[in-house]
């Protein structure tokens, strides 16, 4: 008896850790090759491209882009909402760049190339903490809350996903309580 429990035990933590591990993962910048530009319209920015992926501490962005006519550059919120170019945190141009996501937050993007941001080629991404690691199990935090304007009510969707995690950890301790 004291086997099966055992044996149960390491069933249930196995489980446990497999659901909470992730890999890092690269994204490529909106999703294909040619995203990193002016958008043909302020309805189809990259920013609604981060709001569907869920970052997290150790993945990487990658942009592909022409070289001799653009650049990324990390900035600040405020050289973000200003578009402001001079004295970026980081400053890319190869053409081929990868930023690790190395620390939870809003990290902040605008083009090099001139008048680019101000014609929307800017992204924010919004790395979710380590304690958020479940990928998939809960939406994506909006860059909108890290940017200039309204703030955007939680969807219905985000409390019934709260709900279903609260009643899969209490099934989980249910089940640990059983085995016991």
Not at 23 to 42: I, K, M, S, Y
Not at 93 to 111: D, M, P, Q
């Amino acid at each position: 008896m004291a086997s099966s429990r055992s044996s149960s035990l390491v069933c249930i933590a196995l489980l446990l850790v497999s659901i909470t591990s992730s890999e890092a993962r690269d994204f490529l910048v909106g999703g294909n090759v040619n995203a990193w530009g002016v958008p043909p319209t302020t309805t189809d920015s990259l920013n609604q491209w981060a709001e569907k992926n869920r970052f997290q501490v150790g993945d990487s962005l990658v942009w592909r882009y022409d070289a001799g006519k653009d650049s990324v550059l990390q900035v600040t919120r405020e050289a973000y909402l200003s578009c402001k170019k001079t004295s970026p945190i980081a400053e890319h141009k190869n053409g081929a760049t990868v930023v690790e996501l190395h620390r939870s937050g809003a990290y902040y993007f605008i083009s090099g190339a001139e008048g680019a941001c101000e014609e929307g080629e800017k992204l924010i991404v919004v790395v979710m903490s380590e304690r958020h690691s479940l990928r998939g199990l809960a939406p994506a935090p909006s860059p909108a809350e890290y940017s200039e304007g309204p703030a955007i009510a939680p969807t219905s969707g985000a409390s019934r996903m709260e709900k279903v995690l609260k009643s899969s950890v209490a099934g989980a301790l249910l089940v640990l309580g059983i085995v016991l």
